[in-house]
């Protein structure tokens, strides 16, 4: 059902909601690690934090992907703290050593058979690949992720990204609440005003929106000659995909954009951009993309910043939704408003 008013603004500002928030919303929704391309050989590994968990996705030759919580089960310290490649996994506070499959290998101070070692492995993680996608769920209770994705893959359907290319991750810190953010990139009547080369790149007259379930997708026709993207001789389009509650999939020719919201505090948060192209040797092509989204990032983080202001003030409470250009953004509040008060 949607909204014609926003959610309270003291719903953007307030400790209090976000607690609500992580318990209601994101520990009970999946989440996006990264790509398989980020660990290609064995050993490698992520460390990731999620909803205030710490993670491991690890490469374990002999089983594949394997995610577990990032936390020794003799005394509760953290394992790892930054990404790199081991033979296995040692705790640096009393040497437990876990093989790469999370298996307890070695209890320092502990004779075998004082031991259950069984039951002293490290707790594992429920994960899901897609496209070479990572995502996670750290509770049972969630929506069915991979009926979204395939929904997903029938809309962009003949586009694939298994043979897209991981290049780099580019992490934005914004005096916003992530909620902002959101809001923010699940419209575009704002594009013609704030992003005005970005104007220049789409056929804003093609933009619309279209809400399912657990996503809601923007899409519209490109301008070929002013493109920073693969040039194609089929109409090009550009996909903007939101996956409740905080993930972006930013679809253009020859290129992907993720995009990871996570929150900081009640005012502010993290952005985590990561890019995959289709070919990795056109380096100016992808720098040109790279810059062209950089600008428009930009472009947002002011407009963002100054939102949370408005929104922290004595001289706005709630908003209206414009039904013709603002559909996104409703549909995505009444999914928080309905998480918030019923969990």
Known sequence: MLKDK????????????????????????????GSID????????????????????????????????NV??????????????????KCGYHGWVYELNGKLRAARGFDKED??????????IEHYVWMKQIFVKLESDCNNLPKTLKE????????????????????YKIKCNWKVYM????????????????????????????????????????????????????????????????????IAPGRLQTNIIEPINASSCNVYF?????????????????????EIQNEDINICERIQIGLESDGFDHGVFSKKYETGVSHFQSYIEKKINNG
């Not at 020794?72 to 996994?89: A, F, P, T, Y």
Request: proline share 4%; aromatic share 14%; with cysteine.
């Open 183 to 250: 809001d923010n990139y699940l419209e575009g009547f704002h594009i013609p005003l704030v992003h005005p080369k970005l104007n220049s790149v789409i056929d804003y007259k093609s933009y619309s929106t279209e809400i399912f379930d657990n996503f809601s997708l923007q899409w519209c026709h490109i301008n070929v000659k002013s493109s920073p993207y693969k040039k194609t001789d089929d109409v090009s389009k550009a996909y903007y995909f939101t996956l409740f509650p905080n993930l972006l999939f930013n």
């Open 152 to 171: 997903i893959e029938n809309i962009i359907s003949p586009i694939k990204f298994d043979n897209y290319l991981f290049h780099l991750r580019k992490s």
């Open 115 to 124: 031991l259950d070692f069984e039951q002293l492995n490290l707790k594992s």
């Open 72 to 89: 020794c089960q003799h005394r509760g310290c953290v394992l790892l703290e930054k990404d790199g490649n081991s033979k296995q996994i």
């Open 274 to 294: 990561d890019y995959y192209f289709e070919n990795e040797e056109n380096l100016e092509s992808i720098q040109e993309d790279i810059s062209f989204s950089e």
């Open 6 to 33: 926003t959610i309270p603004s003291s719903w953007y500002s307030d400790e209090k909601i976000l607690k609500i928030e992580k318990e209601n919303i994101f520990s009970k929704s999946w989440h996006l690690l």
């Open 38 to 69: 980020q660990i290609p050989n064995e050993g490698d590994y992520l460390v990731k934090t999620i909803n205030e968990q710490p993670l491991i996705v690890i490469k374990d030759k002999v089983e594949g992907i394997k995610v577990f919580y």
